[in-house]
Structure formats: structure tokens, C-alpha cells
């Protein structure tokens, strides 16, 4: 199940709960990078499974575009499928609130993942954000979603 969440609901908590530990705890971001000002200007979808948050990302609007980004799911519970229910759901929501297109910063080991959900990369190199490589990708979303 996945839910939605303003900074102002008990619901963002789980979503900064899976997030510290997949960015701060486990790839070592400092939480300074990871909890910024962007926090009140997005959605913050968070995945549950038995009740427990296992998953969480956060989409913004950015000119016309959707902007993913904190997408993770917990290492106990990666290689099921979640990360594309997460997806999917930030793809209904952008298609929900008419926006056409979504844009993200990948890091580098997602970049399969992110391609073989429809977005292609947009950079021509790879750049570091908070210490690690990414690449720039977007998907154009298909208006009958």
C-alpha cells in the first residue's frame, strides 16, 4: 500500500524514517544534504507492506515538469517489485495533476532500473550529487495512464 504525505502529517515521518536509513545510514549522505528545503514543496509518497514503511520517494513540480527524487526502498525489501509500485504511484499523481512529464537524477546503479521503467537518460556524463554519480532522466508520461 502506498499513501501520500505533506511535511505537516504524521505519515512524512515514515517517509524520513526509510529514507535515513537508506541515504544517511546506509550510503552515508549527510542528513543535511538528504533533508532539505525542498521538503514542504513536495508529495512524499511512503510504501508500506504488514503496516511498516519499507519504501519512500518525494516528487515536486519544477516548471512544467514533475521532479522524482528520494526514491529508496530498505535493503530488507529490495528486488520485489516495490520500486516500481513507488513509481507508478508518482506516475498517477503527476498524470493526476496534469503533468506531462517527469525528470530525476539517477544514481548511476539505478540508471537500468529508471530505463526499463520508460525514461531515458538526458545528461551527457555522469555528475556527482552529495558524493555520488548520477545521470539526468526523463520519461514523458502517456496521457491515458
Given amino acids: 500500500m502506498i499513501k501520500t504525505y505533506t511535511t505537516e502529517e504524521q505519515g512524512y515521518q ?3 524514517h526509510v529514507r535515513r536509513e537508506v541515504f544517511v545510514v546506509e550510503q552515508q549522505i549527510d542528513e543535511s544534504e538528504e533533508i532539505d528545503g525542498y521538503e514542504d514543496s513536495s508529495i512524499h509518497f511512503v510504501l508500506y507492506e504488514n503496516n511498516k514503511p519499507v519504501g519512500a520517494s518525494r516528487m515536486r513540480k519544477v516548471n512544467s515538469d514533475g521532479k522524482v527524487e528520494r526514491v529508496c526502498i530498505l535493503s530488507s525489501h529490495r528486488n520485489k517489485g516495490l520500486g516500481e509500485e513507488l513509481m507508478s504511484a508518482m506516475e498517477q499523481t503527476a498524470h493526476n495533476q496534469s503533468i506531462s512529464s517527469l525528470i530525476l537524477y539517477a544514481q548511476i546503479q539505478a540508471e537500468d532500473f529508471y530505463k526499463k521503467l520508460g525514461y531515458h537518460t538526458t545528461s551527457a556524463e555522469p555528475f556527482l550529487d552529495a ?15
Fill in 131 to 145: 558524493n555520488i554519480p548520477h545521470v539526468a532522466m526523463k520519461k514523458v508520461l502517456n496521457t491515458s495512464i
Fill in 14 to 16: 515514515d517517509a524520513l
